[in-house]
């Protein structure tokens, strides 16, 4: 994804850095379950391949993808809750 954002408030905050896509998704459905729709979220990832699993799975369950950023160690994906 080329959009980035860096925004200065997100109302949930997921650091899963160092976990699994199956360890850190159960930290992200609690961290939605505690957002109202319209509210954004931002996971911290460290796995490549675990940032592209978030972008597709928010895809899937049509959430909103706001962007990511970040760098080598720590990738943000930023998502809006949708329902």
Do not use: H
């Amino acid at each position: 994804m080329s959009v980035t954002l860096n925004p200065l408030y997100a109302d949930c905050e997921v650091d899963v850095r160092l976990l699994t896509f199956e360890q850190a998704a159960n930290e992200v459905m609690q961290c939605m379950i505690g957002v109202a729709p319209g509210e954004s979220i931002e996971i911290k990832v460290s796995d490549p391949t675990v940032a592209g699993q978030f972008i597709e799975w928010a895809k899937t369950a049509g959430q909103k993808i706001l962007g990511t950023s970040g760098d080598s160690e720590c990738q943000r994906i930023y998502l809006e809750r949708q329902y």
